[in-house]
């Protein structure tokens, strides 16, 4: 928002300046004139900061090392929810294996069984994921299992 907003400040001022506006302002906005394109330069680098920080993880397990033998992700195409999982895999690949991706369309068993619930996350064998991956839970679990030798 920070980022939007601070972009939309320096366009508005700047057509304020260059022209009138289209639409009638509130009374303030032209009693700081000065103050809006400051803001607008404020906010943009904050907002990008708050934008690589939000990508950035800074959790690490206690032990280093792969905790599993098999990550098997289910997928279909034109799924944003699967878009988010492989994303949250990737920003734990340090402690998993390569996810194994199955577009579930191909598979008429598999289409039938993960239907409505891609994506699907298997690990070692096991279905641990359905829908939405917690990274909470994921924590706990890459936490709670010993390296793999």
């Given at each position: 928002m920070l980022l939007y907003g601070g972009?939309?400040?320096?366009?508005?001022?700047?057509?304020?300046?260059?022209?009138?506006?289209p639409f009638p302002m509130p009374e303030f906005w032209y009693s700081n004139r000065d103050f809006w394109p400051f803001l607008g330069?404020?906010?943009i680098p904050c907002g990008l900061a708050l934008l690589k920080k939000e990508q950035k993880l800074d959790w690490l397990p206690i032990r280093a090392g792969y905790r599993f033998e098999s990550v098997v992700l289910y997928t279909r195409s034109r799924c944003h929810l699967c878009d988010d999982a492989r994303q949250i895999l990737r920003a734990y690949s340090n402690w998993l294996p390569t996810p194994v991706e199955v577009d579930i369309d191909g598979d008429e068993q598999l289409k039938e069984k993960f239907n409505t619930c891609v994506p699907v996350i298997e690990i070692d064998g096991k279905v641990?994921?359905?829908g939405i991956v917690d990274e909470m839970l994921l924590r706990r679990l890459i936490e709670g299992s010993e390296p793999v030798a």
């Open positions: 972009v939309g400040l320096l366009i508005l001022s700047g057509i304020d300046r260059v022209s009138y506006l330069f404020l906010s641990r994921f359905r």
